[in-house]
């Protein structure tokens, strides 16, 4: 008896070791959100263009003493929406009583959804146009139109730059 | 007077007894030695990033949450992996698992960028862990304007295992 108490022992440890009790692997979950606002932000070079006199037979098309404009242009907007810059006068050129249309302001514009267009006071002139959410970098030259029939006089008008989406 | 067949009988019977008690021992102590347990908690169950700037605001930081980890009756590896589902997402809008990345501590927690096409290492050991430890995850979102707006969303799978 002894001897088969001996062997059935054995049994069971044989057994126990060639088969142990491996636990399932274990799970958890957790969600992830992430909030992302429209928002937009425009950053231009400068604030102040100046464009000095010049002889118009000389000079046809005067360009700004501060050069081409870098232009930034961040939005976020929502899937495949439309973003749009655009820039308005909001006057003609001023001189006391003078008059110069805005429309003497032209520009040639270089970057990827960046476009050349011409001044206008009363309707918002793309200069920019691009689709869904980005970081756009491009350059504005803008030029003045020279002419011996404009009044001596110095002449100033405010751009509006606005950069907008959905 | 005991006559030598009922003294046979009686000690039959005694060997029977002590062939189950001590198979039952083996087997109590057996069961007690494999009898392996993973134990994965995982507090809170979200993890938000809210919307901000990425030019003043380049990763955005969510608050961090305690993952608890227990193994018990282990005598080999183990590992705490964490997957992404899929990508982030919001309607058709996309952003890619990879942009979010976390650190851990304490050790044996580590750092890492989270990803939807292979588990990704966020502890492992050997033995038993017992007590349970708590490792603080604090995720990361690499910020940018790209990313279109919306309410994105997706579930990250946490998984204890061994070996």
Redesign the interface.
């Known amino acids: 008896m002894r001897i088969r108490s001996v062997i059935v022992a054995a049994v069971f440890i044989g057994a126990a070791q060639a088969s142990p009790a491996l636990a399932q692997p274990q799970s958890a979950t957790a969600t992830m959100t992430v909030s992302v606002s429209t928002s937009a932000k425009l950053t231009i070079s400068s604030s102040t263009l100046t464009f000095a006199d010049a002889n118009p037979d000389l000079v046809p098309q005067i360009a700004p003493a501060q050069g081409a404009l870098s232009i930034t242009a961040k939005a976020r907007a929502t899937d495949n929406a439309q973003v749009v810059l655009t820039v308005q006068a909001d006057d003609d050129l001023r001189s006391g009583l003078q008059v110069i249309p805005a429309s003497a302001i032209t520009w040639t514009a270089s970057g990827t959804g960046f476009a050349s267009g011409t001044l206008s006071k009363t309707a918002p002139v793309t200069l920019g146009q691009w689709t869904g959410s980005g970081s756009r970098t491009g350059s504005q030259t803008l030029a003045f139109r020279n002419l011996w029939t404009y009044a001596t006089g110095t002449y100033t008008c405010v751009l509006l730059y606005t950069l907008s989406g959905p | 007077m005991t006559t030598p067949r009922a003294h046979h009988r009686r000690?039959?019977g005694c060997?029977i007894v002590?062939?189950t008690a001590?198979?039952l021992t083996?087997?109590l102590?057996?069961?007690w030695?494999?009898?392996?347990?993973?134990?994965?908690?995982?507090t809170?169950?979200?993890?938000?990033?809210?919307?901000a700037?990425?030019?003043t605001t380049p990763t955005?930081v969510a608050a961090p949450?305690t993952?608890s980890v227990r193994v018990q009756s282990n005598s080999g590896a183990w590992h705490l992996t964490v997957q992404?589902n899929g990508d982030?997402l919001?309607?058709?809008?996309t952003?890619d698992a990879t942009q979010?990345s976390w650190t851990a501590a304490p050790p044996p927690f580590q750092n890492g960028t989270l990803s939807k096409v292979a588990a990704q290492p966020i502890a492992s050991g050997t033995g038993n862990v017992n007590p349970a430890i708590n490792g603080s995850v604090v995720?990361r979102?690499a910020n940018s304007?790209?990313?279109?707006?919306?309410?994105?969303?997706?579930?990250?799978?946490?998984?204890?295992?061994?070996?």
Do not use: C, E, H, M
Request: proline letters at 5%; charged letters at 10%.
């Open positions: 000690r039959a060997a002590r062939i001590v198979a083996v087997w102590q057996a069961s030695v494999t009898a392996q347990k993973l134990t994965l908690a995982v809170p169950s979200t993890v938000s990033f809210a919307s700037d990425p030019d955005i949450i993952v992404a982030l919001s309607g058709g809008a952003i979010v995720f979102l304007w790209n990313y279109s707006a919306g309410i994105y969303s997706q579930t990250i799978v946490f998984t204890l295992s061994a070996p």
